[in-house]
């Protein structure tokens, strides 16, 4: 074995200076000039599967009005396929909390479906942006790798024209008959939208026209407070 590795040896010295001489090729050589040369690499082929990203149904934009609730549902949820195991977080986040904060995510992770509440700020309308987010702990640590599905979808709070507003009237003590003119102080008056002004026209009427028969009302604009007057009539009592 030892003289046949010294063979080859000088067999592959003679090859180097008879090509550098003559330029030829390896490939032209003859065989028997040619040194038995073995060459053994053993390769490791790993199969490593990614992480999938996350799936959920996308979600169309939404609407509701001023001052009411609203529970968005949530289908297609899953780790990704095949990925059974994983554990799902989902979150709900507002482009303007003034409007309408985070929303309140209502799920268990391995379930398909859950539901998303969103609560408008009082008296607050307007369109906002919600950003959902869906990520597993399946890990980013791998190339192509995918945890998380964000998408986003509006969700317009419609403004409606509130009620006005006013103080509850403590009934006043009696008088008595003929007592002439009297008031009553009003108070807390509103037109109940604080992001506009309206005009409001306050009336007050009788019930009992034989014992009081005109009612007025001083009233001025964009007011809390305003002054209801009454007289009873002459000789009138009830």
């Not at 008088?175 to 309206?198: N, V």
């Not at 002054?227 to 009830?238: H, M, Q």
Request: charged fraction near 15%; glycine fraction near 8%; charge should be negative.
């Amino acid at each position: 074995m030892h003289e046949i590795g010294k063979i080859d040896r000088w067999k592959l010295l003679l090859l180097i200076i008879f090509v550098f001489i003559c330029g030829w090729s390896y490939a032209t050589i003859p065989n028997t000039f040619k040194p038995k040369i073995n060459i053994s690499k053993n390769w490791l082929v790993s199969n490593v599967m990614a992480n999938e990203m996350p799936t959920v149904t996308p979600v169309p934009n939404q609407s509701t009005n001023e001052d009411v609730p609203i529970i968005v549902n949530l289908t297609g949820i899953s780790a990704g396929a095949s990925e059974l195991g994983q554990t799902i977080t989902i979150t709900a986040t507002s482009s303007d909390i003034s409007i309408v904060p985070d929303g309140v995510v209502d799920y268990v992770s391995g379930n398909s479906t859950g539901s998303i509440t969103f609560t408008p700020v009082a008296d607050a309308f307007g369109t906002v942006d919600i950003t959902l987010a869906i990520q597993d702990d399946g890990g980013t640590s791998d190339p192509g790798d995918m945890d998380t599905n964000i998408s986003t979808f509006e969700l317009e709070i419609v403004s409606v024209n509130d009620d006005p507003t006013l103080d509850d009237i403590t009934s006043p003590t009696a008088i008595l008959e003929d007592s002439g003119e009297q008031s009553i102080g009003l108070t807390g008056i509103s037109d109940g939208d604080p992001e506009a002004d309206q005009n409001l026209t306050i009336t007050a009427t009788s019930d009992n026209l034989s014992l009081v028969e005109t009612v007025s009302v001083n009233y001025t604009q964009l007011s809390a407070t305003a002054t209801l007057t009454y007289t009873p009539k002459a000789g009138a009592n009830g």
